[in-house]
């Protein structure tokens, strides 16, 4: 039997990695958790199995979670298991990475600054820097966050790490594969866990994707339905151009107009519009193979956001709005730009999130976003529109903001 050890263990690994390996059987997982012990105190009262809801097909148990090592009770443990695993995962969200506007990692990042410091690890990357650098073993390290190259952005941060930390790994070990994830997944309800008499069941759509690129060190798992290509690039631009953009446009849009939920928001005529016209402005930048002329992939994301059965929060994927505007609205529009194409709904997104930061501070409400102070202090300045575009490496763009 082989063994994942996942950095990060939250509702979506719960509904996508875990299920995929469950129905591939033969490997377990040990999942980590990098602050709270207490997803692993409450999985631990009940053998670490949970219940996934299938929103439309029913519960799903899943027996496939060993174990959650908590990184600041025991970081030993951590490294061991990265020195053991035969794969290393990570669910961390666009800021578990700690990468700068460039996509280089942000060394003025508090958390990366003190690892550095006290040569201590509490991140995923000074995890994977200081673990495989007493590794001798080959090891496939497979990132399932919404990253534009996402293992490629991962490798260069944990070796820009090391680097600086004088740490020596022999690379030729390690795979970083690229890969895309795709499944809605809401946080949790009550009535979710008193329907399915579970604690911690986590709900999902039935719908599930997963899409990685075909360069592992080692052995892995017999995952069912997992599409493994040579290149991701094409399924990775299209799910984080078409259904993360499009998410985001409605997370700032329909909180403006007075939503709380998905289905809410893409019921509002005016919304679903402009969704539409963005989906049609990302499809021009697509590849050949994923620019689908028939729309039957814009078809079907509606159809997933309109399922009232999920409710899943705008709040929810409003969140991070520093890290998640430049490859769901700015790089977009820069490549429409380059080819003398209309923009219109992108920039209206990214507008919305200058919006969204700007109300949202005006009323006292501190953004989870990690970079919340520097969008305060932008929102406070005598032009917040520049220091915001500043932030996410955006100024090129602020013509169209003013227009």
Known sequence: MGRIL???????????LLDYT?????????????????????????GFDYTLGVQGIG??????????????????????????????????????????????????DPAIAQDLKTQTPSTLISYLAFGLSMRATPVTILPCDNRIANGQALKRAVKQFARAAHLTLDWSL???????????????????????NDPMAVPTEPFREWVIEDDFAGQRPDWP?????????????RKLRMLNGAHSLLAYNGIARGHEFVHQAIADPVLHDRVLTLMNEAIKTLPIGANDPSGAYASALVKRFENPELRHALRQIAMDGSQKTPYRFIETIRD??????????LVHGLKSWINFCIEETREGRILDDPKAHQIAHAVQSNDPVFELLKLVNAVDLLPLMQE
């Open 6 to 16: 996942h950095f990060g263990l939250g509702n979506f690994a719960c509904a996508h």
């Open 22 to 46: 469950a129905d591939a059987g033969q490997w377990d997982v040990v999942g980590v958790s990098l602050r709270s012990p207490e997803t692993r105190n409450k999985l631990a009262k009940q």
């Open 59 to 108: 519960p799903k148990k899943i027996t496939v979670l060993r174990n959650i090592l908590v990184a600041p009770e025991d970081p030993q443990a951590v490294l061991d298991g990265v020195n053991s695993a035969d794969i290393i995962s990570a669910t961390v969200t666009e800021k578990g990475y700690h990468l700068d506007a460039n996509g280089q990692l942000d060394f003025s």
């Open 174 to 196: 390690f795979t970083f594969p690229n890969a895309m994830v795709d499944r809605i997944t809401p946080a949790t309800t009550d009535a979710l866990r008193n329907a399915l």
């Open 225 to 237: 339905d997992v599409q493994f290509v040579r290149d991701v690039a094409p399924h990775e631009l």
């Open 336 to 345: 429409l730009l380059a080819m003398g194409e209309p923009a219109d709904a």
